[in-house]
């Protein structure tokens, strides 16, 4: 696949680094497997349950949590597994994070009443659940700052964040002129990046509000305080030092990357854990004509689904790795709503040698 990329940058062909990604293969077997940043070496670790169930590291412990009827977890390059079970028909969606100051998996947790959800704090030493109910009006997580203790959730009108020591309680909100589909906590802690139609720069402890672009979603912040999103489903861009506008950095060249009206499959760039490497995901579409159009149409009348333009074109989706050291990208065929970064088995084995 052809990139389209800003001056300076240069795509290359795909390429191991020290490290491996993580992630919930799309295919129908629902498997959690790593692979390569070359995307030439598989393994398999275990089911993973829902393709877009969270995932949580443990990097001291090179292990992996996963929400499958409860919580799993695999050892990342040891056969091992762990299973921790709910009661209450609890399960964790959207967000599953593991709090490296103790042996605690945050998570937010969906019950048998859709009006009510909870954050939940799993004990991985003796696996006791302990979950507070979320205000009405919490709808979404968003962001966590584990260091901080503190979690951002998007809200029918904007976006609260909640303090996690002690009772949960409020301890900022903000009114936003469109729904909060992504956020992200600066390293500082002083300002808040929102995104959904545009994004919007939020000082928590003035109530600042600033307009930063009027198109982007999905935020996400580097180790040296720059703000990247997602411009459209096919093109990621970073904003400019001065944050008087921004610079698209890297975008799929062959397809149609304009927004559709079939819902968003961008998601936030990830990180590598030194900061070196970022994991994008770009999607493309290419409207449907002569007999694809006809066995789409057809495909439609004999399940009695009507047509629309979600069946009117083939999406195409690429994992993106963007080297920021050597400014180099590239990309592979692939889509997964989470993934995450991991040590390569190379460097884990360096490091068990040494241990």
């Given at each position: 696949m052809e990139l389209s990329l800003s001056d300076g940058w240069t795509q290359v062909e795909p390429r191991e680094t020290q490290f491996e990604l993580l992630m919930s293969d799309q295919s129908m077997g629902q498997r959690l497997i790593t692979t390569n940043t070359a995307f030439t070496e598989q393994r398999d670790l275990g089911f993973s349950g829902g393709t877009n169930c969270p995932l949580a590291v443990d990097r001291a412990l090179d292990r992996v949590?996963?929400?499958?009827?409860?919580?799993?977890?695999?050892?990342?390059?040891?056969?091992?597994?762990?299973?921790?079970?709910?009661?209450?028909?609890?399960?964790?969606?959207?967000?599953?994070?593991?709090?490296?100051s103790g042996q605690e998996l945050l998570m937010h947790l969906a019950g048998g009443d859709p009006r009510q959800s909870f954050i939940g704090r799993l004990d991985l030493e003796n696996g006791h659940l302990r979950k507070v109910s979320l205000p009405a009006e919490a709808f979404f997580p968003l962001d966590l700052n584990a260091q901080q203790n503190k979690v951002l959730y998007s809200t029918p009108g904007g976006a609260t964040i909640y303090d996690l020591r002690g009772p949960l309680h409020a301890i900022a909100a903000v009114d936003l002129p469109f729904q909060?589909?992504?956020?992200?906590?600066?390293?500082?802690?002083?300002?808040?990046?929102?995104?959904?139609?545009?994004?919007?720069?939020?000082?928590?402890?003035?109530?600042?509000?600033?307009?930063?672009?009027?198109?982007?979603?999905?935020?996400?912040?580097?180790?040296?305080?720059?703000?990247?999103?997602?411009?459209?489903?096919?093109?990621?861009?970073?904003?400019?030092?001065?944050?008087?506008?921004?610079?698209?950095?890297?975008?799929?060249?062959?397809?149609?990357?304009?927004?559709?009206?079939?819902?968003?499959?961008?998601?936030?760039?990830?990180?590598?854990?030194?900061?070196?490497?970022?994991?994008?995901?770009?999607?493309?579409?290419?409207?449907?004509?002569?007999?694809?159009?006809?066995?789409?149409?057809?495909?439609?009348?004999?399940?009695?689904?009507?047509?629309?333009?979600?069946?009117?074109?083939?999406?195409?989706?690429?994992?993106?790795?963007?080297?920021?050291?050597?400014?180099?990208?590239?990309?592979?065929?692939?889509?997964?709503?989470?993934?995450?970064?991991?040590a390569g088995r190379a460097v884990a084995d360096r490091v068990s040698g040494l241990a």
């Open positions: 949590y996963v929400s499958v009827d409860g919580i799993v977890g695999y050892g990342i390059h040891e056969a091992q597994q762990l299973e921790f079970k709910f009661a209450d028909d609890l399960h964790a969606v959207w967000m599953l994070e593991h709090l490296a909060a589909t992504g956020g992200a906590f600066d390293a500082d802690d002083v300002r808040v990046i929102l995104g959904g139609i545009g994004l919007v720069d939020w000082r928590p402890e003035s109530g600042e509000l600033r307009r930063l672009c009027e198109r982007g979603s999905c935020p996400a912040i580097d180790k040296d305080g720059s703000v990247w999103f997602s411009v459209s489903d096919g093109a990621l861009a970073r904003l400019r030092g001065d944050e008087t506008g921004y610079e698209v950095i890297v975008e799929l060249a062959e397809f149609d990357i304009s927004d559709g009206k079939d819902g968003s499959f961008a998601q936030p760039l990830v990180f590598s854990p030194d900061g070196r490497y970022g994991l994008a995901e770009l999607t493309g579409r290419r409207e449907l004509v002569g007999t694809e159009l006809e066995e789409a149409e057809a495909f439609c009348k004999r399940v009695g689904q009507p047509f629309s333009d979600l069946h009117r074109y083939k999406h195409h989706h690429y994992f993106c790795v963007l080297d920021f050291l050597a400014q180099d990208a590239w990309c592979s065929e692939g889509y997964a709503q989470n993934t995450a970064w991991i």
